[in-house]
Protein backbone atom coordinates (compact mmCIF):
# COMPACT_ATOMS: atom_id res chain seq x y z
CA UNK A 1 0.00 0.00 0.00
CA UNK A 2 1.46 3.26 -1.33
CA UNK A 3 1.72 6.34 1.13
CA UNK A 4 -1.28 8.27 -0.17
CA UNK A 5 -3.09 4.75 0.35
CA UNK A 6 -2.22 4.50 3.86
CA UNK A 7 -2.89 8.31 4.78
CA UNK A 8 -6.79 8.07 3.42
CA UNK A 9 -7.03 4.96 5.68
CA UNK A 10 -5.43 6.15 8.43
CA UNK A 11 -7.39 9.64 8.01
CA UNK A 12 -10.78 7.35 7.27
CA UNK A 13 -10.62 5.58 10.65
CA UNK A 14 -9.89 8.74 12.46
CA UNK A 15 -13.62 10.29 10.37
CA UNK A 16 -15.07 6.80 11.13
CA UNK A 17 -13.74 7.01 14.81
CA UNK A 18 -14.79 10.06 15.99
CA UNK A 19 -18.17 10.19 14.93
CA UNK A 20 -18.10 12.65 12.28
CA UNK A 21 -18.73 10.13 9.54
CA UNK A 22 -22.02 9.56 10.96
CA UNK A 23 -22.99 13.64 11.74
CA UNK A 24 -21.65 14.43 7.94
CA UNK A 25 -24.76 11.56 6.95
CA UNK A 26 -26.90 13.15 8.25
CA UNK A 27 -26.56 16.70 6.77
CA UNK A 28 -29.31 17.17 4.22
CA UNK A 29 -27.02 19.13 1.57
CA UNK A 30 -24.77 16.36 1.16
CA UNK A 31 -27.03 13.35 1.52
CA UNK A 32 -29.44 15.69 -1.23
CA UNK A 33 -25.42 14.41 -3.45
CA UNK A 34 -25.23 11.17 -5.81
CA UNK A 35 -22.42 9.43 -5.46
CA UNK A 36 -21.25 7.71 -8.29
CA UNK A 37 -19.29 4.66 -7.80
CA UNK A 38 -15.94 3.59 -10.24
CA UNK A 39 -14.91 -0.33 -10.14
CA UNK A 40 -13.32 -2.16 -13.00
CA UNK A 41 -12.67 -5.61 -11.94
CA UNK A 42 -14.49 -7.73 -9.70
CA UNK A 43 -11.87 -10.95 -9.10
CA UNK A 44 -11.39 -14.09 -6.81
CA UNK A 45 -8.99 -13.39 -3.69
CA UNK A 46 -6.07 -14.62 -5.02
CA UNK A 47 -6.13 -12.16 -8.51
CA UNK A 48 -7.10 -9.32 -5.88
CA UNK A 49 -3.67 -9.66 -3.48
CA UNK A 50 -1.46 -9.64 -7.16
CA UNK A 51 -3.04 -6.25 -8.02
CA UNK A 52 -0.52 -4.43 -9.24
CA UNK A 53 -2.78 -0.69 -10.30
CA UNK A 54 -5.01 -1.42 -8.29
CA UNK A 55 -8.31 -1.52 -9.95
CA UNK A 56 -9.43 -5.02 -8.71
CA UNK A 57 -12.36 -5.93 -5.25
CA UNK A 58 -12.92 -9.20 -4.78
CA UNK A 59 -16.16 -10.86 -4.84
CA UNK A 60 -17.03 -10.94 -1.42
CA UNK A 61 -16.10 -7.14 -1.25
CA UNK A 62 -18.26 -6.34 -3.57
CA UNK A 63 -21.44 -8.23 -2.28
CA UNK A 64 -20.76 -6.56 0.80
CA UNK A 65 -20.43 -3.64 -0.60
CA UNK A 66 -23.22 -4.14 -3.20
CA UNK A 67 -25.72 -5.04 0.35
CA UNK A 68 -24.38 -2.69 2.72
CA UNK A 69 -25.04 0.40 -0.50
CA UNK A 70 -28.53 -1.18 -1.33
CA UNK A 71 -29.41 -0.98 2.67
CA UNK A 72 -27.67 2.25 3.24
CA UNK A 73 -28.35 3.96 0.12
CA UNK A 74 -30.82 4.35 -2.93
CA UNK A 75 -28.76 2.54 -5.75
CA UNK A 76 -29.96 3.55 -9.42
CA UNK A 77 -29.30 4.36 -12.87
CA UNK A 78 -27.01 6.33 -14.51
CA UNK A 79 -29.73 7.19 -17.13
CA UNK A 80 -32.02 7.32 -13.55
CA UNK A 81 -29.55 10.34 -12.57
CA UNK A 82 -29.64 12.33 -15.81
CA UNK A 83 -33.31 12.54 -15.43
CA UNK A 84 -33.36 13.68 -11.81
CA UNK A 85 -30.59 16.50 -12.78
CA UNK A 86 -32.49 17.69 -15.26
CA UNK A 87 -35.72 17.44 -12.93
CA UNK A 88 -33.53 19.62 -10.22
CA UNK A 89 -34.44 17.17 -7.96
CA UNK A 90 -32.21 14.62 -6.86
CA UNK A 91 -33.33 12.57 -4.27
CA UNK A 92 -31.69 11.54 -0.64
CA UNK A 93 -28.94 9.16 -0.76
CA UNK A 94 -28.89 8.36 -4.38
CA UNK A 95 -26.08 6.45 -5.79
CA UNK A 96 -24.60 4.93 -9.40
CA UNK A 97 -22.23 1.86 -9.78
CA UNK A 98 -20.02 2.07 -12.92
CA UNK A 99 -17.99 -0.19 -14.41
CA UNK A 100 -15.31 0.73 -16.85
CA UNK A 101 -13.03 -1.41 -19.70
CA UNK A 102 -15.26 -4.48 -20.16
CA UNK A 103 -13.86 -7.13 -18.12
CA UNK A 104 -15.17 -10.72 -18.23
CA UNK A 105 -15.28 -10.81 -14.74
CA UNK A 106 -18.04 -8.06 -15.09
CA UNK A 107 -20.23 -10.45 -16.32
CA UNK A 108 -18.67 -13.65 -13.90
CA UNK A 109 -18.13 -12.16 -10.86
CA UNK A 110 -20.25 -8.96 -10.53
CA UNK A 111 -23.09 -9.46 -12.56
CA UNK A 112 -24.92 -11.96 -10.47
CA UNK A 113 -24.02 -9.76 -7.30
CA UNK A 114 -25.64 -6.74 -8.91
CA UNK A 115 -28.79 -8.42 -9.92
CA UNK A 116 -29.18 -10.67 -6.11
CA UNK A 117 -29.17 -7.05 -4.60
CA UNK A 118 -31.52 -5.24 -7.70
CA UNK A 119 -28.79 -2.84 -8.20
CA UNK A 120 -28.42 -1.03 -11.03
CA UNK A 121 -24.95 -0.41 -13.27
CA UNK A 122 -23.40 1.03 -16.26
CA UNK A 123 -20.40 -0.79 -17.64
CA UNK A 124 -18.45 1.31 -19.83
CA UNK A 125 -16.88 -1.04 -22.80
CA UNK A 126 -13.99 -0.68 -24.70
CA UNK A 127 -15.24 -1.65 -27.58
CA UNK A 128 -11.84 -2.72 -30.19
CA UNK A 129 -11.30 -5.39 -27.38
CA UNK A 130 -14.15 -6.82 -26.58
CA UNK A 131 -14.61 -10.33 -27.69
CA UNK A 132 -11.05 -10.35 -28.71
CA UNK A 133 -7.56 -11.92 -26.97
CA UNK A 134 -6.27 -8.79 -26.88
CA UNK A 135 -5.46 -6.47 -23.16
CA UNK A 136 -5.42 -3.41 -22.58
CA UNK A 137 -2.20 -1.39 -23.28
CA UNK A 138 -1.74 -0.64 -19.44
CA UNK A 139 -2.23 -4.36 -18.43
CA UNK A 140 -0.13 -5.59 -21.54
CA UNK A 141 3.02 -3.10 -20.01
CA UNK A 142 2.69 -4.83 -16.39
CA UNK A 143 1.85 -8.23 -17.83
CA UNK A 144 5.55 -8.00 -19.60
CA UNK A 145 7.46 -6.65 -16.56
CA UNK A 146 6.08 -9.33 -14.37
CA UNK A 147 7.07 -11.77 -16.87
CA UNK A 148 10.74 -11.05 -17.53
CA UNK A 149 13.52 -12.65 -15.73
CA UNK A 150 15.49 -9.78 -16.49
CA UNK A 151 16.69 -7.67 -13.46
CA UNK A 152 16.51 -4.53 -14.77
CA UNK A 153 14.76 -2.61 -18.15
CA UNK A 154 15.28 0.55 -19.57
CA UNK A 155 12.30 2.79 -21.30
CA UNK A 156 12.42 6.58 -22.32
CA UNK A 157 16.00 6.84 -21.53
CA UNK A 158 15.55 5.80 -17.50
CA UNK A 159 16.35 2.28 -15.53
CA UNK A 160 14.09 0.22 -13.96
CA UNK A 161 15.17 -2.33 -11.18
CA UNK A 162 12.77 -5.03 -11.33
CA UNK A 163 14.53 -7.42 -9.31
CA UNK A 164 12.00 -8.28 -6.59
CA UNK A 165 8.23 -8.02 -6.84
CA UNK A 166 7.78 -4.87 -4.87
CA UNK A 167 10.18 -3.26 -7.14
CA UNK A 168 8.42 -4.39 -10.02
CA UNK A 169 5.01 -3.27 -8.26
CA UNK A 170 6.49 -0.15 -8.33
CA UNK A 171 8.25 0.45 -11.65
CA UNK A 172 4.98 -1.13 -13.34
CA UNK A 173 3.17 1.91 -11.92
CA UNK A 174 5.96 5.19 -12.50
CA UNK A 175 5.94 3.56 -16.26
CA UNK A 176 2.46 3.65 -16.95
CA UNK A 177 2.57 6.79 -15.44
CA UNK A 178 4.78 8.38 -17.68
CA UNK A 179 3.26 6.53 -20.78
CA UNK A 180 0.05 8.05 -19.94
CA UNK A 181 1.60 11.71 -19.90
CA UNK A 182 3.04 10.82 -24.14
CA UNK A 183 1.56 11.55 -27.25
CA UNK A 184 -0.77 8.51 -28.34
CA UNK A 185 1.64 7.62 -30.84
CA UNK A 186 4.85 7.71 -28.85
CA UNK A 187 3.11 5.53 -26.20
CA UNK A 188 2.59 3.05 -29.11
CA UNK A 189 6.40 2.70 -29.77
CA UNK A 190 7.52 3.05 -26.02
CA UNK A 191 5.57 -0.23 -25.19
CA UNK A 192 6.93 -1.91 -28.76
CA UNK A 193 10.25 -0.96 -27.35
CA UNK A 194 9.41 -2.44 -23.82
CA UNK A 195 8.21 -5.43 -25.25
CA UNK A 196 11.60 -5.92 -27.02
CA UNK A 197 13.52 -5.38 -23.67
CA UNK A 198 11.24 -7.20 -21.78
CA UNK A 199 11.74 -9.95 -24.44
CA UNK A 200 8.11 -11.24 -23.89
CA UNK A 201 6.29 -13.30 -26.02
CA UNK A 202 3.97 -11.90 -28.71
CA UNK A 203 1.21 -14.36 -27.33
CA UNK A 204 1.13 -12.59 -24.21
CA UNK A 205 -2.27 -10.98 -25.15
CA UNK A 206 -3.79 -14.49 -25.06
CA UNK A 207 -5.63 -14.12 -21.63
CA UNK A 208 -9.21 -14.15 -22.25
CA UNK A 209 -9.68 -11.38 -19.29
CA UNK A 210 -11.77 -9.24 -21.50
CA UNK A 211 -15.84 -9.89 -22.33
CA UNK A 212 -17.51 -11.69 -25.08
CA UNK A 213 -20.59 -9.65 -27.22
CA UNK A 214 -22.50 -12.85 -26.47
CA UNK A 215 -21.73 -12.41 -22.62
CA UNK A 216 -22.43 -8.01 -23.07
CA UNK A 217 -25.80 -9.00 -25.23
CA UNK A 218 -27.08 -11.36 -22.40
CA UNK A 219 -26.54 -8.53 -19.62
CA UNK A 220 -28.31 -5.76 -21.69
CA UNK A 221 -31.23 -7.53 -21.74
CA UNK A 222 -31.38 -7.05 -17.98
CA UNK A 223 -32.99 -3.87 -17.17
CA UNK A 224 -30.54 -3.33 -14.76
CA UNK A 225 -27.34 -3.34 -17.04
CA UNK A 226 -26.66 -0.25 -19.38
CA UNK A 227 -23.75 -0.51 -21.78
CA UNK A 228 -22.02 3.39 -22.28
CA UNK A 229 -18.65 3.63 -24.33
CA UNK A 230 -15.02 4.10 -23.22
CA UNK A 231 -13.53 4.65 -26.73
CA UNK A 232 -12.03 1.74 -29.22
CA UNK A 233 -8.76 1.18 -27.50
CA UNK A 234 -8.59 3.19 -24.10
CA UNK A 235 -6.03 6.07 -25.22
CA UNK A 236 -5.70 9.14 -23.46
CA UNK A 237 -7.78 11.02 -25.52
CA UNK A 238 -6.15 14.65 -24.91
CA UNK A 239 -3.16 13.06 -26.31
CA UNK A 240 -4.18 12.63 -29.37
CA UNK A 241 -5.44 14.70 -32.41
CA UNK A 242 -8.75 15.49 -32.63
CA UNK A 243 -9.90 13.78 -35.84
CA UNK A 244 -8.62 10.69 -33.96
CA UNK A 245 -10.44 11.60 -31.17
CA UNK A 246 -13.56 11.49 -33.08
CA UNK A 247 -12.58 8.22 -34.60
CA UNK A 248 -12.27 6.78 -30.94
CA UNK A 249 -15.39 7.86 -30.06
CA UNK A 250 -17.82 7.53 -33.29
CA UNK A 251 -16.25 3.68 -33.89
CA UNK A 252 -16.99 2.53 -30.29
CA UNK A 253 -20.31 3.86 -30.16
CA UNK A 254 -21.59 2.79 -33.97
CA UNK A 255 -20.09 -0.92 -32.62
CA UNK A 256 -22.08 -1.02 -29.25
CA UNK A 257 -25.12 -0.10 -31.15
CA UNK A 258 -24.71 -2.56 -33.94
CA UNK A 259 -24.22 -5.37 -31.24
CA UNK A 260 -26.74 -5.02 -28.67
CA UNK A 261 -29.09 -3.07 -31.05
CA UNK A 262 -29.25 -0.26 -28.00
CA UNK A 263 -26.97 2.53 -29.40
CA UNK A 264 -25.05 3.97 -25.76
CA UNK A 265 -25.67 7.50 -24.73
CA UNK A 266 -23.45 7.17 -21.91
CA UNK A 267 -19.51 7.65 -21.99
CA UNK A 268 -16.52 7.32 -19.65
CA UNK A 269 -13.13 9.00 -20.40
CA UNK A 270 -10.15 6.63 -20.34
CA UNK A 271 -8.34 7.11 -17.19
CA UNK A 272 -10.52 10.36 -16.76
CA UNK A 273 -8.24 13.22 -14.94
CA UNK A 274 -8.56 16.62 -15.44
CA UNK A 275 -5.99 16.60 -17.72
CA UNK A 276 -7.13 13.67 -19.78
CA UNK A 277 -9.99 15.45 -21.98
CA UNK A 278 -10.79 19.30 -23.18
CA UNK A 279 -13.81 20.96 -24.03
CA UNK A 280 -13.05 19.91 -27.81
CA UNK A 281 -13.43 16.25 -26.80
CA UNK A 282 -17.04 17.40 -24.57
CA UNK A 283 -17.97 19.12 -27.99
CA UNK A 284 -17.60 16.06 -29.80
CA UNK A 285 -19.33 14.02 -27.63
CA UNK A 286 -22.07 16.27 -27.69
CA UNK A 287 -22.01 16.06 -31.74
CA UNK A 288 -22.05 12.00 -31.52
CA UNK A 289 -25.03 12.59 -29.08
CA UNK A 290 -23.93 11.65 -25.65
CA UNK A 291 -25.69 12.21 -22.78
CA UNK A 292 -22.67 12.49 -20.04
CA UNK A 293 -19.42 11.75 -19.64
CA UNK A 294 -18.03 10.42 -16.41
CA UNK A 295 -14.60 11.23 -15.33
CA UNK A 296 -12.18 9.83 -12.22
CA UNK A 297 -12.17 13.31 -10.44
CA UNK A 298 -13.18 12.42 -6.79
CA UNK A 299 -16.27 14.09 -5.68
CA UNK A 300 -20.16 13.87 -5.47
CA UNK A 301 -22.50 15.42 -8.41
CA UNK A 302 -25.22 17.46 -7.74
CA UNK A 303 -27.81 19.11 -9.81
CA UNK A 304 -26.02 22.05 -11.42
CA UNK A 305 -23.15 19.81 -12.05
CA UNK A 306 -21.65 19.34 -15.47
CA UNK A 307 -23.15 16.32 -16.72
CA UNK A 308 -19.88 15.89 -19.17
CA UNK A 309 -17.83 15.96 -16.12
CA UNK A 310 -19.28 13.90 -13.54
CA UNK A 311 -17.02 12.92 -10.75
CA UNK A 312 -16.77 9.76 -8.96
CA UNK A 313 -15.36 7.96 -5.92
CA UNK A 314 -12.78 5.32 -7.02
CA UNK A 315 -13.22 1.62 -5.25
CA UNK A 316 -10.54 -0.84 -5.13
CA UNK A 317 -8.89 -4.13 -2.88
CA UNK A 318 -7.17 -1.10 -0.63
CA UNK A 319 -9.88 -0.30 0.62
CA UNK A 320 -11.29 -2.15 3.42
CA UNK A 321 -15.24 -2.43 5.13
CA UNK A 322 -14.69 1.50 7.12
CA UNK A 323 -12.61 3.35 4.43
CA UNK A 324 -15.36 2.37 1.66
CA UNK A 325 -18.28 3.49 4.09
CA UNK A 326 -15.83 6.50 4.75
CA UNK A 327 -15.03 7.43 1.14
CA UNK A 328 -18.54 7.09 -0.60
CA UNK A 329 -19.82 9.32 2.34
CA UNK A 330 -18.17 12.21 0.36
CA UNK A 331 -16.82 13.31 3.63
CA UNK A 332 -13.21 13.06 1.89
CA UNK A 333 -14.00 15.51 -0.71
CA UNK A 334 -15.51 18.00 2.09
CA UNK A 335 -12.64 18.01 4.64
CA UNK A 336 -10.08 18.99 1.23
CA UNK A 337 -12.22 21.26 0.24
CA UNK A 338 -12.69 23.11 3.57
CA UNK A 339 -8.75 22.60 4.09
CA UNK A 340 -7.98 24.34 0.29
CA UNK A 341 -10.61 27.09 1.32
CA UNK A 342 -8.78 27.94 4.63
CA UNK A 343 -5.13 27.99 3.27
CA UNK A 344 -6.53 30.44 0.27
CA UNK A 345 -7.77 32.96 3.01
CA UNK A 346 -4.49 32.02 5.03
CA UNK A 347 -1.90 32.86 1.69
CA UNK A 348 -4.21 36.27 1.12
Given at each position: MNTALKFEKY??????????????????????????????????????????????????????????????????SLNQFLDDAKKGKIKKKSIVITMDDGYKDNYTNAYPILTKYNVPASIFLTSGLIDTDKMLWFDEV?????????MEIKIQNRIFNISSNEKKTSSIQNIISMLKKTDNEERLRWIKELQKECRTSKNLNNKNTMLSWKEVKEMSKNKLIT?????QTHPILSKMNLKDVENEIAKSKQIIGIKTGIEPGLFSYPNGGKEDFNKDIKRILKKYDFKCATSTISGLNDKNCDLFELKRIGCSHENDNIVFKVKISGIFNTVISIYKLFIKVINK
Open positions: FAYILYYTGLFFVYGKMKNISNKTRILMYHRVVEDTQAKNDVLPKMVTKDEFENQMRYISLKYRPISAMICSTKKFGAHT
